[in-house]
């Protein structure tokens, strides 16, 4: 059973590796930074998980703003804040590639991961792209559809982002000839994770605490 999932593996990897010189084989360097971003689809399904939050998720004991105990405050500050971080990366995530490498948008700030480090990109099973680098691991970025989910959508947009990555990070001359302007890759979302939180708990608490007359 080892060595049959040892050669599916195999087998996987060299059916990837034919498919990224294949798209090599097809590409040109494009003049402008390309972009990966969440699209309508993610701001759609982020706007209805922090609906279904509101509607279902109570606030504890001591956690509303009528009677609040610092228990019960810090346990509903805390699970708005968890819920606007989850929201804000669904909705909010960017990948943006250009000449020097690959901007990643995290909570904080939005890194760069020079091409000099890269080796591959491959789509995870959770539809986050997953960077290699020659000497140590880096970090996950985006959250496209998940495979299974792609193969009913017939979409096959973040393998697609995995393999043009992977291909620009073998072949210097695919990799795009400009640099992308400062403001275009956009900053860490901890504000508007923050900034969502505070939305959520007082929705929570118009809705559950203080209904309308």
Do not use: N
């Not at 402008?32 to 309508?40: I, K």
Request: proline content about 6%; charged content about 20%.
């Amino acid at each position: 059973m080892r060595a049959g999932r040892a050669e599916r593996r195999r087998q996987a990897r060299k059916e990837r590796r034919d498919r990224v010189e294949e798209l090599a084989g097809v590409m040109t360097a494009p003049e402008a930074p390309l972009v990966w971003g969440a699209g309508w689809g993610g701001k759609v399904a982020s706007a209805v998980v922090c609906a279904v939050f509101v509607l279902l998720a109570e606030h504890p004991d001591g956690g509303s703003l009528a009677h609040p105990r610092p228990g019960g405050l810090f346990f509903a500050v805390w699970s708005s804040l968890c819920m606007g971080w989850a929201c804000c990366m669904l909705a909010l995530w960017r990948v943006t590639a250009d000449r020097d490498g690959v901007y990643i948008r995290r909570l904080w700030s939005t890194r760069l991961l020079p091409w000099s480090t890269i080796t591959r990109v491959e789509m995870r099973h959770d539809g986050q792209l997953e960077f290699f680098g020659r000497h140590t691991p880096e970090p996950m970025a985006g959250l496209f559809a998940p495979p299974w989910l792609s193969r009913a959508v017939r979409s096959d947009r973040g393998s697609r982002a995995a393999d043009t990555l992977s291909a620009m990070a073998l072949h210097s001359d695919l990799r795009p000839t400009a640099r992308v302007e400062r403001g275009a890759i956009g900053t860490g979302i901890a504000r508007w994770a923050v900034l969502l939180a505070v939305v959520l708990y007082l929705a929570g608490e118009l809705l559950h605490h203080w209904p309308l007359a």
